[in-house]
């Protein structure tokens, strides 16, 4: 149980695009989801978190208007990286987690982008 | 703010032996919840154990447990008859209950040695 299915898992695109990437839910409502980027080596940080029919909250440092967030229903979280660049190649991974909050997190497969 | 460390950026063991992963934390509030991740080179993240500050009996999951010092703040690791496919990077997280967010340390590279 507690799979979380994150697609596409490889992205390799032209600087310029615009980027979706999916997170679901298979088996559980997620009432929360999370979007983490990782580099190379280093720890997963924290970009935003949902929670299914609100606005994202985003971390410090984070764009809003660079990495869109939806969360549109208790198993579908999407981020949209628009007019990527070559700095936002990295390892993306959304994680989802169910009601109540001290339930673990759940985490897809990620998603590794490669921007020319 | 509650921050999560690993003094620990590599370890090794030999196989079938134990290893401890250390991993410290600083918060000021007293109910909170602590995790293991590994995550193995196919980048996933995987749920190793998860324990409740309330409660003072360390978590124990087959061949993994933990020590929980909550004084000291402390949560480490045992791996118990290491095997091959225990090798990975390990997270130690807190959840920050508040703001419903896992804060995670640096990790811990494990490697085992057939």
């Known amino acids: 149980g507690a799979v979380v299915s994150q697609h596409p898992s490889r992205v390799i695109c032209k600087s310029g695009t615009s980027v979706k990437i999916e997170c679901r839910s298979l088996?559980?409502?997620?009432?929360?989801m999370f979007w983490y980027r990782q580099f190379p080596k280093q720890s997963l940080m924290l970009m935003a978190t949902?929670?299914?029919?609100?606005?994202?909250?985003?971390e410090q440092g984070v764009e809003k208007d660079k990495f869109l967030i939806n969360h549109a229903s208790l198993t579908l979280s999407t981020l949209t990286v628009t007019s990527a660049h070559p700095e936002d190649s990295s390892f993306y991974i959304c994680s989802a987690r169910q009601a109540p909050i001290n339930q673990p997190q759940h985490f897809g497969d990620g998603t590794r982008l490669s921007i020319l | 703010a509650q921050t999560v460390t690993q003094s620990q950026p590599e370890m090794s063991v030999q196989e079938a032996e134990t290893v401890t992963l250390s991993c410290t934390y600083d918060?000021?509030?007293?109910?909170?919840?602590l995790f293991w991740y590994k995550q193995p080179p196919s980048r996933q993240m995987i749920l190793v154990i998860r324990q409740e500050a309330y409660k003072q009996q360390n978590a124990t999951e087959n061949r993994f447990s933990v020590n929980f010092q909550k004084a000291a703040k402390s949560f480490s690791l045992k791996i118990s008859d290491s095997q091959l496919g225990d090798a990975a990077m390990y997270f130690c997280?807190?959840?920050?209950?508040?703001?419903?967010?896992?804060?995670f340390g640096q990790g811990t590279r494990l490697t085992i040695n057939p």
């Open positions: 918060t000021s509030e007293s109910d909170y919840y």
């Open positions: 949902s929670n299914e029919g609100s606005k994202a909250t985003y």
């Open positions: 088996d559980f409502q997620a009432t929360t």
């Open positions: 997280a807190y959840l920050i209950q508040g703001a419903q967010k896992l804060v």
